[in-house]
């Protein structure tokens, strides 16, 4: 009993008087770093994957590449520091990671291979849509109602979707102009990457499974130097061992419109993501989030990748494994985040560091990028999951959205006819998308005027029929009631006679039964069509207790009891 009461009172002095929030717990140094340094490896693969892709489809030479890298820790570190300790208005002061958005990967490829575009133009546009995001972050709880997860579940889908030929590229070696290009040593490597990654998942403890993609790279890249297909010796060559990242290192930033407004949705996509793992890391750790708490951190999200460019790295948002990691853990308290974002500044100021990773083999990272895009995909198909598409057009949202993110994946020249401004926004599959969601989502979902009572063909629920001897189409959910079936939502499942069957079932395929009151037509001898609303008609025979279609019910199926 004492000891409990002296455990109770330990654990209250840890938190600052004055403050009951359990983000605000103190832990001792040693456990901060340690604690720290596994939200650090939990996402070091995430973070490393974004300046290694840009730097690579930037044409930029190891050591440039390398600066890239050293950049995204040291910023990324600045910024978790600053989201869990923060300042006033800034800092959502939650136990929350910063790191290089994978959101952006899209457009940025988009804006590099575009009329004009070079990675100048890419830190133009970060910072000019960064600040654009700064200065809305107190209103953004107002709109984000227009990214639900239709929207946002299509632009993560279409990012993983989009990057998939970028990791292919890098399995076949990266550069289509050397001789093993493609070869089958590349590929072998890369499927052995892959593999290695897969493996640690499976069969790896729960720490070793969140470092797969970690030990997969380097398990991956220690194979290739053993088979000479590494190259370690420019690593270390005249370059300090410490140094900071050069403000303006890659040059001025240059601005242009087009790439402003393709990196302006992106920014958006992001803040919705970022303020999604504010309220899902209050609500895991237990403690109150409100619409400032959410506006300091946006801010705070936006400032950092503001500030990015400058040092040479990329937008920043919260990343998502690391609020898993905290649920995984139960390590509440913000500070040993904040001692995960110092480990990030060190590394970041490592030159030696960003060399080793920027000599990895392309095949490794092309086996890793299978696996980590595919990731990204698979999370935007989760989130789409929970989407209802009954009753409403978000099946032709998701459908028409996809296929504008894939159109210029599939036919790179698609858009060459038209202004480079338009190639600039809808060259990037993930702008593509993210506008054609916002835009549909509008239309369908916000604008109900002109909104048809019946459904269109993407959105109409199937037609459903039973027949007395044949039950393969009971569903779990289905029930009886006075006379007639009943789906889970509440709607008629027609119990058709056997020599009608044949004939209704031709009828839903010729498309001509739209409505179940079609198929009562049908069993009257009625041609369906003869009405042009069949919402406005009423159920011809409708099966009473005791009728002849009641009697015709399967055995074993019960008044208000699913059927067996």
């Not at 899902?280 to 951190?297: F, H, K, L, Q, W």
Request: aromatic share 6%; with cysteine.
């Amino acid at each position: 009993m004492k000891k409990a009461t002296g455990d109770s009172v330990k654990k209250r002095r840890s938190i600052p008087a004055g403050s009951d929030r359990p983000e605000d717990e103190w832990l001792p140094i040693s456990k901060l770093l340690t604690f720290g340094l596994q939200h650090v490896l939990t996402m070091y693969g995430g973070i490393i994957a974004v300046p290694l892709i840009i730097g690579s489809a930037a044409g930029l030479p190891a050591e440039q590449t390398a600066l890239l890298v050293t950049a995204s820790l040291f910023i990324g570190g600045l910024a978790t520091i600053l989201q869990s300790v923060g300042l006033p208005m800034l800092g959502s002061k939650l136990p929350i990671v910063q790191g290089v958005s994978f959101a952006a990967v899209g457009t940025m490829l988009a804006i590099l291979t575009g009329p004009g575009g070079d990675l100048n133009t890419v830190f133009g546009a970060i910072i000019a849509a960064s600040v654009i995001g700064f200065i809305i972050a107190p209103f953004f709880a107002r709109i984000i109602r227009f990214f639900p997860p239709v929207v946002t579940g299509v632009v993560i889908t279409a990012i993983g979707l989009t990057l998939i030929p970028v990791a292919a590229n890098w399995s076949m070696g990266g550069d289509a102009e050397t001789d093993d290009y493609g070869s089958l040593a590349n590929i072998g490597l890369a499927f052995l990457t892959l593999a290695i990654i897969l493996l640690f998942s499976k069969v790896g403890s729960a720490t070793l499974s969140r470092l797969s993609i970690l030990l997969g790279l380097v398990v991956g890249t220690a194979v290739a130097a053993a088979l000479g297909m590494a190259d370690f010796s420019d690593v270390g060559g005249g370059s300090a061992w410490v140094a900071a990242p050069s403000f303006l290192g890659f040059g001025v930033p240059t601005f242009d419109l087009a790439a402003i407004i393709s990196m302006t949705i992106v920014i958006l996509v992001i803040k919705t993501e970022t303020a999604a793992d504010i309220i899902a890391i209050g609500e895991i750790i237990d403690t109150p989030v409100d619409r400032r708490r959410i506006a300091n951190g946006l801010r705070a999200d936006m400032l950092s990748s503001a500030v990015a460019p400058l040092f040479g790295s990329f937008t920043q948002s919260a990343f998502a494994q690391n609020v898993g990691l905290v649920a995984l853990t139960g390590v509440k308290s913000r500070f040993v985040v904040a001692g995960g974002g110092i480990i990030m500044v060190a590394l970041g100021l490592l030159p030696i560091l960003g060399q080793v990773i920027a000599a990895i083999p392309m095949p490794v990272l092309g086996g890793a990028g299978i696996v980590l895009f595919g990731t990204v995909a698979g999370s935007g198909i989760r989130n789409l999951k929970s989407v209802s598409y009954e009753g409403n057009m978000n099946l032709i949202i998701v459908s028409a959205s996809l296929a504008f993110a894939m159109i210029p994946v599939v036919r790179e020249d698609f858009y060459h006819a038209f202004p480079s401004w338009f190639q600039t926004i809808f060259h990037s599959g993930i702008s593509s998308a993210a506008i054609m969601a916002v835009l549909l989502n509008l239309l369908f979902n916000e604008l109900k005027l002109g909104n048809s009572e019946n459904p269109s063909v993407f959105a109409a629920k199937p037609i459903r029929i039973l027949s007395p001897t044949d039950l393969r189409d009971l569903r779990e959910g289905d029930v009886y009631i006075d006379g007639r079936f009943v789906d889970c939502d509440g709607e008629e499942i027609p119990l058709v006679p056997e020599d009608k069957v044949e004939e209704v079932r031709d009828a839903i395929d010729r498309g001509e039964v739209t409505d179940t009151s079609q198929v009562q037509m049908i069993i009257a001898g009625q041609d369906p069509r003869q009405a042009a609303d069949p919402r406005e008609r009423e159920p011809d025979a409708v099966a009473e207790p005791g009728s002849p279609a009641e009697s015709q019910a399967p055995a074993g199926a019960h008044n208000g009891q699913p059927p067996r």
